[in-house]
């Protein structure tokens, strides 16, 4: 990471923060698209000023009109870590309350019961070849039992590559999750097998490809192509959205 990534004066103390978390294990990439950002927005507007100031904080920390609260907390938080990090050296820096940012709202999670969920994956395995996706039958029961049963997230499932799935210890790696984290996510005995089977016929021997769900054009499903099949499953099931 050379200093030629950012403009304004406070491109030593970006750096160093940078360098500091990232040897603390940290990847700190998306933290680096919002640095760059912020470098930017001092560049412009406050090319003088070699520190993390007020006024800097009172154009950074307005919402967005389509802004969720959650984004505005991440993007001022990462800021308050590069004030905090400059105020360590012996330095002044303004440092953000983001105790005093708006709390995202509360989430109601809707809770399937057994006959709901017994219904939907009656759906999902009733999903029929189709030449235009010609693995959508064997991708949609085995991807929809993973999410329900590891608890991963649509984009997560999507991005597992072949190599992600260890189909002998019945582990799943999960690549830059949330935080930039990697993690191991074990799988039941009986999802396993499931998976097992799934790869048989989809990744035999002779084809290659780098999803473990690959798309017709051998990249990535999209998230919305998941999310249309998730609602059509619900409908067919008698199950409102």
């Not at 304004?8 to 940078?18: D, N, Q």
């Not at 303004?94 to 708006?102: A, G, K």
């Not at 070849?129 to 235009?132: D, G, Q």
């Not at 989809?202 to 290659?208: A, I, L, R, Y």
């Given at each position: 990471?050379g200093?030629?990534?950012?403009r304004?004066?406070?491109?030593?103390?970006?750096?160093?923060?940078?360098?500091?978390?990232r040897?603390?294990?940290?990847?700190?990439?998306?933290?680096v698209?919002?640095?760059?950002k912020?470098?930017?927005?001092?560049?412009?507007?406050f090319?003088?000023?070699?520190?993390v100031t007020?006024?800097?904080?009172?154009?950074?920390?307005?919402?967005?009109?389509?802004?969720?609260?959650?984004?505005?907390?991440?993007?001022?938080?990462?800021?308050?870590?590069l004030a905090?990090?400059i105020?360590?050296?012996?330095l002044?820096?303004?440092?953000?309350?983001?105790?005093?940012?708006?709390?995202e709202?509360k989430?109601?999670?809707?809770?399937?019961?057994?006959?709901?969920?017994?219904r939907?994956f009656?759906q999902?395995?009733?999903?029929h070849?189709?030449?235009?996706v010609?693995?959508?039958h064997?991708?949609?029961p085995?991807?929809?039992?993973?999410l329900?049963?590891?608890?991963?997230?649509?984009?997560?499932?999507?991005r597992l590559?072949?190599?992600?799935?260890?189909l002998?210890?019945?582990v799943?790696?999960v690549?830059?999750?949330?935080n930039?984290?990697?993690?191991?996510?074990?799988?039941s005995?009986e999802?396993?097998?499931?998976?097992?089977?799934y790869?048989?016929e989809?990744?035999?021997?002779?084809?290659?490809h780098?999803?473990?769900?690959p798309?017709?054009?051998?990249?990535?499903?999209?998230s919305?192509?998941?999310?249309?099949n998730?609602h059509?499953?619900?409908?067919?099931a008698g199950?409102?959205?």
């Open positions: 990471m200093a030629l990534n950012f304004s004066r406070l491109a030593p103390y970006i750096i160093g923060l940078i360098e500091q978390k040897a603390l294990g940290y990847k700190y990439t998306a933290q698209k919002i640095l760059q912020f470098d930017m927005l001092c560049a412009e507007r090319s003088e000023d070699s520190t007020k006024a800097m904080l009172d154009v950074w920390a307005v919402k967005g009109p389509e802004e969720a609260p959650g984004t505005l907390r991440h993007r001022v938080t990462v800021i308050a870590h905090q990090h105020a360590s050296l012996g002044y820096a303004y440092i953000y309350p983001t105790n005093e940012l708006p709390k709202p989430y109601n999670p809707y809770i399937f019961s057994g006959d709901e969920l017994t939907f009656r999902v395995d009733c999903c070849f189709s030449s235009e010609p693995n959508r064997l991708i949609m085995t991807l929809f039992r993973i329900y049963c590891c608890g991963l997230r649509p984009g997560e499932v999507l590559e072949v190599g992600d799935v260890d002998k210890k019945g799943l790696l690549r830059a999750s949330k930039d984290n990697d993690r191991y996510v074990p799988m005995h999802l396993t097998e499931v998976c097992r089977r790869a048989a989809v990744h035999f021997n002779g084809v290659t780098k999803y473990f769900f798309a017709p054009n051998g990249g990535m499903i999209s919305m192509n998941i999310y249309t998730f059509r499953f619900l409908r067919k199950i409102s959205y």
